[in-house]
Nanobody, 124 residues
Framework: QVQLVESGGGLVQPGGSLRLSCAAS????????MSWVRQALGKGLEFVAG????????YYADSVKGRFTIGRDNAKNALWLQMNGLEPEDTAVYYC?????????????????WGQGTQVTVSS
């Protein structure tokens, strides 16, 4: 069955870095558009970054541009998110999400497959 398993979350000080990973299985990973979506406590789902199946198309929310980098390795069915310059406002549960279709979507509702999430806390 479809599985997305995130790892790499944790507690980090402002200005620090974390690298999130997502291991995928049970679906044709290389043809799926993949994204990272986050949810802060008491708030809705927020698109963070997305990547096309080939890895050539990259999309970022304005709030993370220049600080976060999304990437994928189709040979390993792996997705990652390198987060630098972390701010307290980045504190959230981060989800790996995937969808078929033709384009990367910035709407969380468009994603069919979700991981269980990993907590990122940015605090001094």
């Amino acid at each position: 069955q479809v599985q997305l398993v995130e790892s790499g979350g944790g507690l980090v000080q402002p200005g620090g870095s974390l690298r999130l990973s997502c291991a995928a299985s049970g679906f044709p990973f290389s043809t799926h558009k993949m994204s990272w979506v986050r949810q802060a406590l008491g708030k809705g789902l927020e698109f963070v970054a997305g990547i096309s199946g080939s890895g050539l198309g990259l999309y970022y929310a304005d709030s993370v541009k220049g600080r976060f980098t999304i990437g994928r390795d189709n040979a390993k069915n792996a997705l990652w998110l390198q987060m630098n310059g972390l701010e307290p406002e980045d504190t959230a549960v981060y989800y790996c999400a995937g969808r078929g279709g033709f384009v990367v979507s910035e709407r969380p509702d468009d994603y069919d497959n979700w991981g269980q999430g990993t907590q990122v806390t940015v605090s001094s």
